[in-house]
């Protein structure tokens, strides 16, 4: 399993499909959290990810298929991965 | 006297942008030029409505856009397509800035001395 975070609204989504796969995970986070309530993007995996804090700062609604996790559910997350890939871009 | 518009684009904590946009504004407005304020892009998240929380550290500074009617900067738009491209609606956001069509932020653009992109 891969690890990619977006932590930029204008990330390029469509290049990181070419790249995610489905048992592959995305982590949403810093501004990269807007992208939770952007409507019609198509993500290329099911397990969608957002870092709470930013979120509650944000004041976001997160959609039901996108789940909110804490810091220590992050670190997690990161040693479970195989690969972690920033997508900064 | 001028016309100088603060042009926005970045998303509201990655980076300083906002924020030191913000400060030129008011600082050119307190030197009596005509300023305006154009939020576009991703800029148009920092109109939304920020919490506190005890692990973020910055400063929602976009509560600093009350400023705006003390510096006499009536002039504060966003641009409508980039409110739609982000599923935003105008009731949705913190901060009332007039919806532009593009074709008004063209015109708005050609009535400026200066165009400063933040």
Given at each position: ?89 | ?118
């Amino acid at each position: 399993m891969k690890l990619f975070s977006v932590i930029s609204p204008s990330a390029d989504i469509a290049a990181l499909n070419q790249l995610c796969q489905a048992q592959d995970a995305i982590l949403l986070r810093q501004d990269g959290v807007f992208l939770c309530s952007t409507p019609n993007i198509s993500w290329p995996t099911a397990q969608l990810f957002a870092l709470a804090t930013d979120v509650a700062v944000r004041q976001i609604q997160v959609p039901s298929f996108i789940t909110v996790i804490d810091d220590t559910q992050w670190v997690e997350l990161c040693i479970a991965a195989e690969q972690n890939v920033l997508w900064n871009n | 006297m001028r016309n100088i518009l603060v042009l926005q684009q970045h998303s509201p904590f990655n980076s300083s942008h906002g924020r030191e946009a913000l400060d030129l504004a008011l600082a050119l407005a307190a030197v009596e030029h005509n300023v305006s304020v154009l939020f576009r892009g991703d800029a148009v998240y920092q109109l939304l409505s920020t919490n506190d929380h005890a692990d973020f550290k910055l400063k929602a500074y976009s509560r600093s856009f009350k400023l705006f009617s003390l510096y006499d900067i009536e002039q504060v738009y966003v641009c409508a397509a980039s409110l739609g491209e982000r599923g935003l609606k105008p009731e949705q956001l913190a901060f009332a800035a007039e919806p532009l069509a593009q074709n008004a932020i063209v015109d708005l653009l050609a009535a400026q001395h200066q165009v400063v992109t933040c």
